[in-house]
């Protein structure tokens, strides 16, 4: 069964620091794999995707992450964080075959930015 | 371009009572998923309509259910609502078809308290 683990439950980082967000998944084939935002009150924004090729993906807001296949990680990074970017994140995989269509959602790391 | 929409915005029910939350999708987008995201966790996967059928279902009990309707808007109905049931109750709606995944747009949610 597919599954997402972010062992981060909350991270702090200052202003213009970098950033990274881990995510584990557990899926037998390739997966389609996602990284969400979520700012409060707000309902979940694509950062990226990976679905094959490049491992290494460019999304929206400055923000990149790599594909590792023998690590099953998929891990999200910032060279340097805005105090905007507050919010809770989601790794996400996608499945295909019977359960093409839903997404099994990591338990989400939340992320403050001191000033 | 008109986004997902949810309504209402927050809902209190009492145990037993019963609930329907609607989403509206995305211009020209035919299918709709439901998420529940319970407090601290990550969205869990309830159901999928597209053509106005069922097309996938999580581990939610039956009495989660749902319509869709020839304008792909949707209806999350649950009957006889417990505690648990408590949680932001997000919509998503892709357009299928789109090799290798369908993006998933996320609507803002429906906060539901049940006391």
């Known amino acids: 069964a597919q599954s997402v683990t972010q062992p981060d439950i909350h991270i702090t980082v200052s202003e213009g620091a970098s950033l990274e967000l881990r995510c584990n998944y557990s899926?037998?084939?390739?997966?389609?794999l996602f990284w969400y935002v979520q700012s409060p009150g707000q309902g979940l924004q694509l950062l990226l995707k990976?679905?094959?090729?490049?491992?290494l993906v460019q999304g929206i807001k400055g923000f990149e992450a790599e594909f590792k296949r023998s690590q099953s990680s998929f891990n999200l990074r910032k060279p340097s964080v805005h105090w905007s970017d507050a919010a809770e994140y989601f790794c996400?995989?996608?499945?295909?075959?019977?359960?093409?269509?839903?997404?099994?959602f990591g338990r989400g790391t939340q992320l403050t930015v001191w000033p | 371009e008109t986004g997902v929409t949810q309504s209402p915005t927050h809902l209190i029910k009492t145990r037993g009572q019963q609930v329907t939350l609607r989403c509206s999708s995305q211009?020209?987008?035919?299918?709709v998923s439901w998420y529940q995201q319970a407090l601290g966790q990550g969205p869990q996967f309830i159901f999928q309509y597209y053509r106005e059928e069922e097309n996938g279902r999580g581990n939610f009990p039956p009495r989660f259910s749902g319509l869709q309707f020839p304008n792909y808007s949707s209806e999350l109905n649950v009957n006889a609502l417990e505690l648990d049931d408590s949680a932001l109750y997000l919509c998503a709606s892709s357009l299928p078809g789109q090799k290798p995944y369908n993006e998933q747009f996320f609507g803002p949610g429906t906060r539901l308290t049940v006391l």
């Open positions: 990976y679905f094959s090729g490049d491992t």
């Open positions: 996400a995989v996608g499945a295909g075959g019977s359960t093409l269509g839903r997404l099994y």
């Open positions: 211009s020209g987008h035919n299918t």
């Open positions: 899926y037998g084939a390739t997966p389609y």
